[in-house]
């Protein structure tokens, strides 16, 4: 069955990066794209962009650009994304969410909360 | 930016009421909209697409209507296991964008 299991929460310093994990399975990972989404404490959820695995192409959302680096390393099924910069504005859970057929996220990671503080 | 708004923003029902959940878009997305379950501590679930399309293993309870910039979420005969917050999504045009979530609690 598909599953995307996300690496485990950070606390990490202002100003620093963190880089997080979502590793694949149960589908083959070059065939769909990746998302990932971030839902701050109380509010709803974000689009922060996609890569797709096969080439390793990617888009996003214009208010993370800068903010937001997606990579995937086919060899382990596995996407990152990386946030730099941190500031307390990025203190949230990311989800990675499989974009299925039809262009829908039919499956989603369990969440990564950072937590961004001094 | 597509611009999504959900209402109510919390609702409180009692089991067996049914209950709707709308959600307006700010330009029409010709019905390139999903709604998402999410319980508590937990990651949303794909409930609705494409505005009414059940996603397979969804109890037939949850329908999903609606087209242009106006759509909405019934939910018969309410569950206890019902209880989540309720997003829509639009995959019309990037960025992608979520309504805001409807909480939904037990009377």
């Known amino acids: 069955q598909v599953q995307l299991q996300q690496s485990g929460a950070e606390l990490v310093k202002p100003g620093s990066s963190v880089k997080i994990s979502c590793k694949a399975s149960?589908?083959?990972?070059?065939?769909?794209?990746m998302h990932w989404i971030k839902q701050q404490p109380g509010n709803g959820l974000e689009w922060i962009g996609w890569i797709y695995p096969g080439n390793g192409n990617t888009k996003y959302n214009q208010k993370f650009n800068g903010k937001a680096t997606l990579t995937a390393d086919k060899s382990s099924s596995t996407a990152y994304m990386q946030l730099s910069s941190l500031t307390s504005e990025d203190s949230a859970v990311y989800f990675c969410?499989?974009?299925?057929?039809?262009?829908?996220?039919?499956?989603w990671g369990q969440g990564v909360m950072v937590t961004v503080s001094s | 930016d597509i611009q999504m708004t959900q209402s109510p923003a919390s609702l409180s029902a009692s089991l067996g009421e049914t209950v709707t959940i709308e959600c307006l878009a700010s330009?029409?997305?010709?019905?390139?909209l999903a709604w998402y379950q999410q319980k508590p501590g937990k990651s949303p679930q794909l409930l609705i697409y494409?505005?009414?399309s059940l996603n397979d293993g969804v109890p037939s309870r949850f329908s999903g209507s609606g087209s242009g910039t106006q759509y909405s979420l019934k939910i018969n005969s309410l569950q206890s296991e019902d209880v989540s917050i309720y997003f829509c999504?639009?995959?019309?045009?990037?960025?992608?964008?979520f309504g805001g979530g409807t909480k939904l609690e037990l009377k």
């Open positions: 149960g589908y083959t990972f070059t065939s769909y794209d």
């Open positions: 969410a499989r974009l299925g057929t039809g262009s829908w996220f039919d499956y």
């Open positions: 330009e029409d997305i010709y019905s390139n």
């Open positions: 494409y505005a009414n």
């Open positions: 999504q639009q995959n019309y045009d990037s960025p992608w964008t």
